[in-house]
Structure formats: C-alpha cells, structure tokens
C-alpha cells in the first residue's frame, strides 16, 4: 500500500539555522511524484518544492531543498536559513504515476518552530 | 481573483442537517479535488474530478457524502445527515493538468463543525 511517513511531530530550529525535515514513503510503483507542502496557522495549503522518481538530480527552490534518496525511499525537506516565518505545519505528499491523477498521499505532517 | 476559493469560511450546523460546501477553482485548470483534514491530522483524498471524466469517488467515506462539479469549474461537496465526526476542515485544490507532476493549488478551506 502507498504511505507517506513523517515520524516527527513537532521540530525546533533557532532562527538561521537549518533544519532536515524527515519524510519516507512507500510504494511499488516505479513512477511517483514527492511534494512538500507548507501550512501555516492560517489554514492554507502552500506548494514548496517537487521531485520527480526519475530526477537525477535534488530539487531545490530558494532555501528549500528536497534530500531523496531513491534506494532508501525517503525525500527529506532542508530549509535553510531558518526564518520566524517558517513557522507552520509542513507535510510532505506523493503522487503515483500508474494513475497519474495528481491526487496526493500525505503524512501526518511536522510542525516546526522557529525560535528567535 | 486569482487562487482557488471556497465558502463559506466557516460552517457550524446541527447533527442530522445537509451542508453545501462550494469550491472554485483557479480559471483553465482541468482538474479539481476534495481533501478533509481532522484536527492536527494529515489530508484525506475524498474525490477528483478531470475535465469531462467521470470523477473518482474512491474516497468518499460514506454515502453521505457526495459531489459534483457543473460546466468544468465550480464544485460543490454535500453531506448529507451531518455527524459529529464530520467535522473537519475541507479543502478543495484544483491543478492545471491533474497529472502526477503537477502542483496542485490549494482553496483556504471551509471549516465545518457538526454540534
């Protein structure tokens, strides 16, 4: 069965520093998508960063990059330079390709707060 | 405007009562689909339309619940016989493909709380 891992609820980082988010998946299909998603206290769902199960190389987007490592089936989320703004929920979600829906698996998510 | 929206905000309604929750999605994007997240959980896939397809209702929970989307844009979820354990908060998300590597857009999400 198709699973997303995220086996820390809650994550503290001092401001500037960087922080690895950790997230695992698991699925049989050779064809997948991995996304990370933001949520602030707010509510709303923010897209961060995507990988690709053929991507030979890690995603990155500002100061967001995606550690995957196939072999191991985990795609952990570095922030660097934490900032007091990053404070929020973060949830990391598959896609398979065998359906190529778009329809997303999550985790339980981690909130991570950031300390002045 | 320009992101995805839904209403109300909030809903608070009574154990047995029917409840609309309206999404509308960004302009141009094919495909739409329902999440429920109960409180400090992760998001659960409740259904999916594409385009002009027959939508994909694998996780509706009940049949209680049900959705439709008219003329390939705006969506509204139905529950039907409100529980408690329908509280949530749901969020609709649209894409512009619908496909396994396409970002999906996220709605601020109608909270619903069944007294």
């Known amino acids: 069965a198709q699973k997303i891992t995220q086996t820390q609820p809650g994550m503290f980082v001092q401001e500037k520093e960087a922080v690895t988010l950790d997230c695992t998946y698991d699925?049989?299909?050779?064809?997948?998508?991995l996304f990370w998603y933001k949520q602030p206290s707010s509510g709303e769902m923010i897209f961060l960063i995507y990988?690709?199960?053929?991507?030979?190389q890690n995603a990155t987007e500002g100061r967001y990059s995606l550690n995957f490592q196939k072999a191991r089936k985990s795609a952990n989320l570095v922030i660097s330079a934490s900032q007091l703004g990053d404070s929020a929920m973060y949830f990391c979600a598959m896609t398979l390709g065998s359906s190529n829906t778009g329809k997303l698996i999550f985790g339980q998510g981690t909130t991570l707060q950031v300390k002045p | 405007g320009a992101g995805v929206s839904q209403s109300p905000s909030n809903k608070v309604t009574e154990k047995g009562k029917d409840v609309e929750l309206r999404c509308d999605p960004i302009s141009g994007h094919t495909a739409l689909y329902w999440y429920r997240q109960s409180l400090g959980q992760g998001l659960e896939f409740l259904i999916y339309f594409q385009g002009n397809s027959a939508p994909d209702k694998s996780g509706l929970p009940s049949d209680r619940f049900s959705a439709e989307r008219t003329g390939g844009s705006v969506s509204t979820l139905t529950i039907q016989r409100t529980q408690q354990e329908d509280s949530a908060v749901y969020l609709c998300a649209s894409s512009l493909q619908g496909t396994s590597n396409t970002e999906a857009f996220f709605g601020q999400g109608t909270r619903l709380t069944v007294v």
């Open positions: 699925t049989s299909d050779p064809s997948y998508g």
């Open positions: 990988q690709g199960s053929y991507d030979q």
